[in-house]
């Protein structure tokens, strides 16, 4: 028989006490706003009820980067639909400059949520996967106005993780302490159905995921790391290694998720005085918890991700994550060079 994700969520509360009722209906919400997304993701060209989703929007976020129409469709889908349940205290997004503070016509909960609402948007219109990426903290904080400084908790905070993966399926991955679990959508019943749960990494592997053009502005423990692999069977390895790179770390993480694998974006010299390309809030802390759950690893090349502090929102963090004993080769590699 199936399991729904809301039975999934309800038989872990019950046997664990793991969801409290609030987070459940979070989780749901999100879940709900995912089947939206994912609804005008598959029309694309044909346009949904949301809209013409295809193209740019003609504005950039906070990190300069252009907006895509269904980046802004998909932060608006979340914001609706997570705003007036009465579960969250605030919400922070990629595609919002600052915090978005529950309105007050709505009731306070104790949850901040954030998301990456569109990740790997430069694939939409060439028809390759793409997601949604969330993290769940809780206020700690018992001041009465929610500020950002509340949501600069570490990634070992979070109470609950995931992303919603559009492509040939659309798979929503979901952490909360207790392992990773995958719900694949069965758009006939328009619910998501537990399809796997207990995921695990393997701890080795012979397949990497890094961007190859920036080769020539890595650090040298990364250098180091990815010629070893590319001189396989013969080099120091002994075993020849495959590359992915799908540009939707969403999609590249799946993949990890499911075979195994080492994603890197690490930081390079293109922009030395950021820390990377990627975002710790929502996209490296959510991504580094599902893949320590499975049993991965997760480092900026120095410290566990997940225990960094942060000091800004948008803050950006190097990311290498994945089968545990090659994140814990190319760490060494930084550490002990
Ligand atoms: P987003 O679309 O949310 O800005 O994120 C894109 C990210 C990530 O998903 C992917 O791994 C990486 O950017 C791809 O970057 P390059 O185009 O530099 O390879
Ligand atoms: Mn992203
Ligand atoms: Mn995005």
């Known amino acids: 028989m199936s399991i729904s994700l809301t039975r999934y969520l309800v038989e872990e509360q019950r046997a664990k006490g793991r969801i409290p009722s ?3 209906l979070l989780l749901e919400v999100v879940a709900r706003a995912c089947k939206s997304i994912s609804h005008a993701v598959n029309k694309g ?3 949904s009820e949301l809209g013409d989703v295809m193209g740019s929007a003609g504005s950039e976020n906070v990190q300069g980067e252009v907006q895509k129409k269904l980046d802004i469709i998909a932060n608006n889908v979340l914001i609706e639909a997570n705003e007036w349940g009465g579960h969250l205290a605030a919400m922070a997004s990629e595609e919002m400059d600052s915090i978005h503070v529950v309105p007050n016509r709505y009731p306070q ?3 901040l949520l954030m998301f990456d609402p569109l990740d790997g948007s430069s694939n939409i219109e060439v028809n390759v996967s793409i997601g949604t990426i969330f993290s769940v903290l809780k206020k700690v904080s018992s001041n009465a106005a929610v500020t950002e400084q509340d949501f600069l908790q570490p990634g070992t905070q979070q109470v609950a993780a995931g992303y919603c993966v559009y492509g040939p399926q659309t798979t929503l991955v ?7 679990a995958m ?5 006939e ?3 998501f159905v537990l399809t796997q749960e207990n995921v695990k990494i393997p ?10 053009s920036n080769m020539r502005h890595w650090d040298a423990p990364v250098k180091r790391y990815i010629d070893e692999c590319l001189a396989g069977k013969e080099g120091p390895r002994g075993k020849d290694f495959n590359m ?3 540009a939707s770390m969403v999609a590249d993480v799946h993949r990890i998720l499911t075979r195994g694998g080492i994603f890197m974006y690490p930081w390079d010299k293109r922009e030395p005085e950021k820390p990377g390309k990627l975002r710790l809030m929502y996209e490296a802390n959510p991504m580094s918890w599902l893949i320590e759950q499975a049993g991965g690893a997760a480092t900026n090349g120095k410290q566990r991700i997940l225990e960094l502090e942060p000091t800004q929102l948008h803050q950006r963090v190097s990311v290498i994550l994945g089968s545990k004993n090659e994140v814990e080769r190319v760490t060494k590699y930084h550490v002990t060079p």
């Open 22 to 24: 609030e987070l459940r």
């Open 45 to 47: 060209a044909l346009g």
């Open 109 to 111: 909960g104790e949850y």
């Open 174 to 180: 979901l952490t909360v302490g207790d392992g990773v």
């Open 183 to 187: 719900f694949t959508l069965d758009r």
């Open 189 to 191: 019943q328009g619910s």
């Open 203 to 212: 701890e080795d592997t012979k397949e990497f995921a890094i961007n190859m």
């Open 244 to 246: 992915r790179w799908i």
